[in-house]
C-alpha cells in the first residue's frame, strides 16, 4: 500500500480523471453518436450515461478511501478472497492489457502518418506503436505519482490543443448549421445512453486505483465528478462537432483534415498517453492480487501489462476494437453491482474470509449473462443492476456473510 500518497486533495484526483477521460474513446463516442443523434441529443446522453457510472464510481469510491483498498482489494468481501484475485484481478489486468494496446496502435497510426505526411519518412505502424507502448509503459511503471505529474503536465497542453483545433475547424463554418444537423439514421435514446455506459463502466470498476490515495471519502467523490463529467461532456460534443464538420467518425482522419499535422499528432498522443498509464498501473495491481504478490512487484507487473498491450498494439488490435469492446462491457461492469451490493446492503457475520464467494460469483455471471443474452438496448445499465439485486437476495435468503480479515 502507497500509505504515504494518502494525501491527495480534490484537484489532484480531478487531474487524474480528467487524463483519464481525455481520450481518444470519449472523442470517438461523440464522433459515432451523432451519425444517429443530434448534437443537442448527443450532450444529453452524456450528461446521463457519464452521470449513471457517476453514481456506482461514487459508491465504489466511499470505501476505498475508508478502507484504503484498490479495486480486487474491495472485492473480496463479495467474490472471496482468492475468487477476487483470480475472477476480478484477472480480467481487469486483461482488459488494461487490451485497451493498451488499442490505445499505442491508435498512436502509432497516428505517428507514422504524420512522419509520412509531413517528412516523407516511412516509419512502420508496428514500429511507431512499439516505440510509443515501451514510452507510455515507462510512466506507469514509476508509480501513481508519476501519472499524476503527467496529467498535470499534459491536461493544459490537451485543452489547448483541442480548443485550437476546434477553433480552426469552425473558422468557415456556421454554429447554426451545426445545431441545426439532422443525422441520417437514428438510434434509439436509452441505446445510446447504453453505449456510453457500457464504454466508460471500466473506469468507474477500476476507481478505487486511484481514489483510495484521496484524503477523505468526500474528496474523492468531488474530484471524480469535477474531473470526469465536465471533460466527458465536452470531449464527447467535441468530438460530435468534429465529425458532423469533417463528414466523417474516423477520429484520426478528423484531425489529419484540420491542416496542422504535427498538432493533430500531439493531440493524439497526449490523450493516448494519459489514459494509457491508467491502464497499465490498473492492470499492474490486478495482476499483482492475481499471483498474491506485494506492493513492490507493482511496477514489475505493471511492467508486463504495458508489454504485452504493446505487443497486442503491434500486432494490430485496434481492428478489433468493436469485439473487445461488447466483451469488456459485459464482463466488468457487473462487478460493480456486486460489490457495492454487498458494501451497502450485505448482512456479514462471521470470522474469516472465504476462499471463493460463490454468491457473488453467482451474481457476477448473472450480470454478465444479461449483457451477452439480452437485446435490451440498456443491458450495459441492466448488467451492473442486476448483478447486485441478485446478489442482494441471495444474502438475504441465505441470511449469512463473511467478514475477510482485513476488516477485522
Not at 142 to 160: H, Q, R, T
Not at 188 to 215: C, M, Q, T
Not at 263 to 269: E, K, Q
Amino acid at each position: 500500500m502507497e500509505t504515504t500518497e494518502n494525501k491527495e486533495n480534490w484537484f489532484s484526483i480531478a487531474n487524474i480523471w480528467f487524463g483519464c477521460i481525455a481520450s481518444l474513446p470519449a472523442l470517438l463516442i461523440g464522433s459515432t453518436l451523432v451519425q444517429s443523434l443530434t448534437l443537442f441529443d448527443a450532450i444529453l446522453v452524456a450528461i446521463l450515461g457519464y452521470s449513471f457510472v457517476l453514481i456506482f464510481l461514487s459508491l465504489l469510491s466511499v470505501n476505498a478511501v475508508k478502507y484504503r483498498l484498490n479495486a480486487v482489494q474491495l472485492a473480496e468481501r463479495s467474490f472471496g478472497y482468492t475468487g477476487s484475485k483470480v475472477i476480478v484481478g484477472l480480467i481487469i489486468g486483461i482488459a488494461s492489457m487490451v485497451w493498451f494496446g488499442i490505445q499505442t496502435n491508435i498512436a502509432g497510426l497516428s505517428f507514422s502518418k504524420v512522419l509520412l505526411d509531413v517528412f516523407e519518412i516511412n516509419l512502420s505502424v508496428n514500429v511507431s506503436s512499439l516505440f510509443w507502448g515501451i514510452i507510455m509503459v515507462l510512466t506507469a511503471v514509476f508509480g501513481f505519482k508519476y501519472v499524476k505529474w503527467l496529467n498535470f503536465i499534459a491536461v493544459p497542453s490537451i485543452v489547448i490543443l483541442i480548443v485550437f483545433s476546434l477553433i480552426i475547424t469552425l473558422e468557415n463554418v456556421s454554429f447554426t448549421d451545426i445545431l441545426s444537423y439532422q443525422p441520417e439514421s437514428e438510434m434509439p435514446f436509452i441505446k445510446a445512453i447504453g453505449i456510453v455506459v457500457g464504454l466508460i463502466a471500466v473506469g468507474g470498476v477500476i476507481s478505487p486505483d486511484y481514489n483510495r490515495f484521496a484524503k477523505t471519502p468526500k474528496t474523492a467523490v468531488i474530484g471524480s465528478v469535477v474531473g470526469m463529467l465536465p471533460a466527458a461532456v465536452a470531449f464527447l460534443a467535441i468530438g460530435a462537432i468534429l465529425s458532423i464538420v469533417k463528414g466523417t467518425h474516423d477520429i484520426v482522419e478528423i484531425f489529419a483534415q484540420i491542416g496542422y499535422p504535427i498538432m493533430a499528432m500531439s493531440i493524439l498522443i497526449l490523450v493516448t498517453w494519459t489514459s494509457n498509464v491508467m491502464s497499465a498501473y490498473s492492470g499492474g495491481l490486478g495482476l499483482n492480487s492475481t499471483f498474491h504478490l506485494s506492493e513492490k512487484y507493482r511496477p514489475y507487473t505493471t511492467l508486463i501489462v504495458g508489454l504485452i498491450g504493446t505487443l497486442l498494439g503491434v500486432l494490430g488490435i485496434l481492428d478489433k476494437f468493436t469485439e473487445v469492446a461488447i466483451i469488456l462491457s459485459a464482463m466488468i461492469p457487473p462487478i460493480a453491482g456486486v460489490i457495492i451490493a454487498d458494501y451497502y446492503f450485505g448482512k456479514r457475520v462471521g470470522d474469516k474470509c472465504k476462499s471463493f464467494d460463490w454468491i457473488g460469483i453467482v451474481s457476477w455471471l448473472s450480470g454478465v449473462s444479461i449483457v451477452f443474452l439480452f437485446e435490451s438496448d440498456i443491458k450495459n445499465i441492466l448488467g451492473i443492476v442486476v448483478s447486485g439485486f441478485i446478489y442482494s437476495m441471495l444474502n438475504l435468503i441465505l441470511k449469512k456473510r463473511i467478514v475477510p480479515i482485513y476488516l477485522k
